[in-house]
């Protein structure tokens, strides 16, 4: 099969996909306890907060994740999309002190770093040839300003010019505006000019602001993260968007928090994929955290697939879930999974598990283990293209037995 191409909007998914979840949902036999929910949907209706807490509370988990896979199928059949990238984080200095966060460390710290643009260019270089995004988030370190990122997005463009930008979380654009004392609309058109392709979209943490006062105080608020987003769609670049969950916050303050994207996802169509990720307690300063298990990670998974009927890609965050879960999840509404990522530091620090240096074999492998097509994307999901499975060749070496006396 040949590459095929989307466009931003779209990002690769069937614009049928009500009328093909209409008809999946049809030929399936459904509890009484989820059916009124599965007839909404079969109907082309968007779910609400109460259905929502239906479907977490749903103790079926396997039918669940049915429902959950019926609405991908919709739109991927049996497709699932990775793209081959790497995550610098190019500082860990950082003015604030989330509770949450392991990676973040004062100036003064022993193990504080900030990559001068030529460390960065050097440690991409290793990878450069095998991947077409780099993904950089990092500390709100206090000096540096919009003209570091220019530089640094400008030097990677000039050296890398195959290479996507995906850089910056809603909280570090924050910081730029403020240190730079620029508006956002001109910050935005200076970096795009430079070079930044999309938002990751990390840093919404749980969209209620009590919460945010507790878990990362000094953060943007949640009207601030989705403004910022809607400023970067207006400026003509997609975003990501991002639950952090497990922490202190309950199941309506999850579904509220999937409601506020769902509604900006309404106005600019240019959130491309939802990272839904669990806290993971390492190094961090969050006794009270309730964490998730395995079941909740999946559950909440299959629940925003459902909730979500505007982001069109849901991912599964191996970084943070780890491989076997990442697999897992591709039967519970997943359809996306973060990527070869050759090195990160911020889930690792926090306790993630996940093995780096994944290659296209691998990640391929884990796709087709889960019964699903691995298929490779672009950053901003415009370009497909089916990913043959070829084990890599590995030279045989045997040993050779002296049988003479
Ligand atoms: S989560 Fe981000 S903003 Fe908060 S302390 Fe960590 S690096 Fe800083």
């Known amino acids: 099969m040949t590459g095929w191409k989307s466009t931003m909007e779209l990002a690769g998914s069937?614009?049928?996909?009500?009328?093909n979840l209409s008809e999946l949902l049809s030929g399936q036999q459904w509890s009484d306890e989820i059916s009124p929910v599965v007839n909404k949907l079969k109907?082309?209706?968007?779910?609400?907060?109460?259905?929502g807490l239906k479907l977490f509370h749903h103790a079926d988990l396997f039918e669940l994740g049915m429902l959950a896979t019926s609405?991908?199928?919709?739109?991927?059949?049996?497709n699932v999309?990775?793209?081959?990238?790497?995550?610098?984080?190019?500082?860990?200095?950082?003015?604030?002190?989330?509770?949450?966060?392991?990676?973040?460390?004062t100036k003064r710290s022993k193990d504080a770093y900030a990559l001068s643009i030529e460390q960065y260019l050097a440690e991409l270089e290793k990878y450069s040839s095998m991947i077409d995004e780099v993904h950089s988030v990092g500390?709100?370190?206090?000096?540096?300003?919009?003209?570091?990122?220019?530089?640094l997005f400008s030097s990677i463009k000039e050296r890398f010019p195959s290479i996507s930008i995906k850089a910056l979380t809603a909280v570090e654009i924050k910081h730029?505006?403020?240190?730079?004392?620029?508006?956002?609309?001109?910050?935005?058109?200076?970096?795009?000019?430079?070079?930044?392709?999309?938002?990751?979209?990390?840093?919404?943490?749980?969209?209620?602001?009590?919460?945010?006062?507790?878990?990362c105080f000094g953060k943007e608020t949640s009207k601030e993260y989705i403004d910022i987003h809607r400023e970067a769609h207006k400026a003509?670049?997609?975003?990501?968007?991002?639950?952090?969950?497990?922490?202190?916050?309950?199941l309506s303050d999850r579904l509220n928090h999937m409601i506020q994207l769902r509604e900006l996802a309404d106005e600019t169509s240019l959130f491309q994929c939802f990272v839904p990720y669990p806290f993971l307690p390492d190094s961090t300063r969050l006794p009270e955290a309730q964490l998730s298990t395995s079941n909740e990670t999946l559950r909440t998974i299959a629940v925003s697939r459902l909730m979500l009927d505007n982001i069109p890609h849901i991912k599964a965050y191996r970084m943070n879930i780890g491989d076997y879960l990442a697999e897992l999840a591709l039967n519970f509404g997943a359809d996306d999974v973060d990527g070869t990522v050759g090195r990160e530091s911020i889930m690792h620090l926090a306790g993630a598990t996940s093995s780096l240096d994944y290659d296209k074999y691998q990640l391929g492998k884990l796709i087709a283990n889960a019964g699903c097509i691995p298929v490779i994307r672009d950053t901003k999901y415009e370009n497909f293209s089916p990913y043959v499975i070829k084990s890599p060749q590995r030279p045989r070496r045997l040993k050779v037995i002296n049988t003479e006396g």
């Not at 609405?71 to 049996?78: A, H, L, N």
């Not at 500390?139 to 530089?151: I, K, N, Q, R, S």
């Not at 730079?180 to 969209?207: N, Y």
Request: hydrophobic fraction near 35%; charged fraction near 25%.
């Open 139 to 151: 500390g709100l370190h206090p000096d540096w300003d919009v003209e570091y990122y220019c530089d």
């Open 71 to 78: 609405s991908k199928k919709s739109r991927f059949g049996d």
């Open 81 to 105: 999309f990775f793209n081959s990238n790497v995550h610098i984080n190019q500082t860990n200095i950082c003015v604030l002190s989330c509770k949450f966060c392991a990676f973040s460390r």
């Open 43 to 51: 109907v082309g209706q968007r779910l609400n907060l109460e259905d």
């Open 176 to 215: 730029l505006c403020k240190i730079s004392s620029m508006p956002i609309d001109q910050l935005f058109k200076r970096l795009i000019d430079a070079g930044l392709g999309s938002l990751p979209g990390g840093g919404a943490e749980i969209l209620n602001d009590k919460i945010r006062d507790k878990i």
């Open 236 to 250: 003509g670049i997609p975003s990501n968007c991002t639950m952090l969950f497990g922490t202190i916050e309950d």
């Open 14 to 19: 069937d614009p049928n996909w009500k009328e």
